[in-house]
Structures are given as C-alpha cells and as structure tokens.
C-alpha cells in the first residue's frame, strides 16, 4: 500500500497547465527528499525535480526547467509540481517519491538517484492533447 498520494492530474491542451499535489500521513516530509517521476508506456521511469530536506534546495531536470515549478507545503504536508506550457510528448503517469528521513547534516537531494527513494506513491495520469 502506497503511503504517498497523488492528486491532480488529468487532460489539458498543449500549452497549458496542471498542479499536482502529493501527501502522506505516514510520516514529517520536511526530513524527507521528495521527488516527482513521470513514466510513459515503454519508457523508463524520468526525474523530474526534486526538493531537499531541510535546506528545501530545488533540482529540476533540463527538460523542464524554466516551465515547472517544485514547492513544499508545510502547513499541509504536501509537495506539489506546477507545471506549465505542458507538451504532448510529457504525456506519462507522475509519481511522486521520499527519499529519507534525513536526520544527519542536510545534504542535497539528486532525481537521478531514484534507488534512495524507498517510498512512492501509486502515480496519477497527465495527458497532453489537443
């Protein structure tokens, strides 16, 4: 049973915009690394932005940066990815993941290094068409 949740996907046209949201009553994600993946059919699962634990460092993939945005709400326990000018071809289910709890010095989370991400959630469904 995942103990992330995602929210918030669904259809758009390209050029347009989606928020997704991820949150848990599992754990505190302010001592985890959170992470967003997306995977489409036949592919491998992509990074695409993640946020530190403590410091709240931003890392986003060439691919998106300059469109998508990471944040944490803390008030809510949540992570959630603004993503803008979206195009057909990003088309995948998202995933959001944890990486943690980081309890030592802070350090800085990687998407690349999806094996440290133990916990996931089950993946909600974008799509981009017209």
């Known amino acids: 049973q995942s103990q992330l949740v995602e929210s918030g996907g669904g259809l758009v046209q390209p050029g347009g915009s989606l928020r997704l949201s991820c949150t848990t009553s599992a754990f505190d994600m302010d001592y985890f690394h959170m992470g967003w993946y997306r995977q489409a059919p036949g592919l491998e699962r992509e990074g695409i932005s993640c946020?530190?634990?403590?410091?709240?460092?931003?890392h986003l993939a060439d691919s998106v940066k300059g469109r998508f945005t990471i944040s944490r709400d803390h008030a809510t326990n949540t992570v959630i990815l603004e993503m803008n000018r979206l195009k057909p071809e990003e088309t995948a289910t998202y995933y959001c993941?944890?990486?943690?709890?980081?309890?030592?010095?802070?350090?800085?989370?990687?998407?690349?290094?999806?094996?440290?991400?133990?916990?996931w959630g089950q993946g909600t469904q974008v799509t981009v068409s017209s």
């Open positions: 993941a944890a990486d943690g709890p980081k309890l030592g010095m802070a350090s800085i989370c990687l998407i690349d290094r999806i094996d440290e991400y133990d916990f």
């Open positions: 946020i530190s634990a403590k410091s709240g460092s931003t």
